[in-house]
T-cell receptor
Framework: GENVEQHPSTLSVQEGDSAVIKCTYS??????FPWYKQELGKGPQLIID?????GEKKDQRIAVTLNKTAKHFSLHITETQPEDSAVYFC?????????FGKGTLLTVNP | NAGVMQNPRHLVRRRGQEARLRCSPM?????VYWYRQLPEEGLKFMVY????????ESGMPKERFSAEFPKEGPSILRIQQVVRGDSAAYFC????????????FGPGTRLLVL
């Protein structure tokens, strides 16, 4: 089955800096890669997703890149703000079953 | 503009009791997925249901766990004879239809087994 590795497990940045979270996956059939943000005590909230027919997607301060050959994808957050502090999860899927990474705790220091 | 709804939000059970977790998908969504999240872990797929059908239950433990999504009413995840290892957050997600539609998650039910 699919296996998703996510790094780093914790990330601390200063407000205004950029943050990058990286994930690798094992199943070459995976073709859908969402990113979720989870705040304490809440459910995961989709922030951006990418499908395998594109290499990059951007939505305001958030961007995701995908390298299918290397089987890795990354989340980029620019101009970070304290409200970006949360746990971020990457996931991969070839059908309906999302396989998640273990998460990255992002802390944005004011 | 109601999202995915889950209740209860917190549930405390003693070992051996039954736990029933409910999930109402977003309006217009007919596909429901259940995931379990252990402390400091990612979410793990349990089961995928459509109305009155279990499509894939490959992530469900073989014993004590069951799920349903009846024609009317919410989806139910049922855990019989709970054990301490069942303590986790259980999340439900829904999507409108065909495979690979974006999954929207509910707030989760945090189950604590004493």
């Amino acid at each position: 089955g699919e296996n998703v590795e996510q790094h780093p497990s914790t990330l601390s940045v200063q407000e205004g800096d950029s943050a990058v979270i990286k994930c690798t996956y094992s199943d070459s059939a995976s073709n859908y890669f969402p990113w979720y943000k989870q705040e304490l005590g809440k459910g995961p909230q989709l922030i951006i997703d990418i499908r395998s027919n594109v290499g990059e997607k951007k939505d305001q301060r958030i961007a995701v890149t995908l390298n299918k050959t290397a089987k890795h994808f990354s989340l980029h957050i620019t101009e970070t703000q304290p409200e970006d502090s949360a746990v971020y999860f990457c996931a991969a899927s070839s059908n309906y079953k999302l396989t998640f990474g273990k998460g990255t705790l992002l802390t944005v220091n004011p | 503009n109601a999202g995915v709804m889950q209740n209860p939000r917190h549930l405390v059970r003693r070992r051996g009791q039954e736990a029933r977790l409910r999930c109402s998908p977003m309006k217009g969504h007919s596909h429901v997925y259940w995931y379990r999240q252990l402390p400091e872990e990612g979410l793990k797929f349990m089961v995928y249901l459509q109305k009155e059908n279990i499509i894939d239950e490959s992530g469900m433990p073989k014993e004590r766990f069951s799920a349903e999504f009846p024609k009317e009413g919410p989806s139910i995840l049922r855990i019989q004879q709970v054990v301490r290892g069942d303590s986790a957050a259980y999340f439900c997600a829904s999507s409108p239809g065909r495979q690979q539609e974006t999954q929207y998650f509910g707030p989760g039910t945090r189950l604590l087994v004493l």
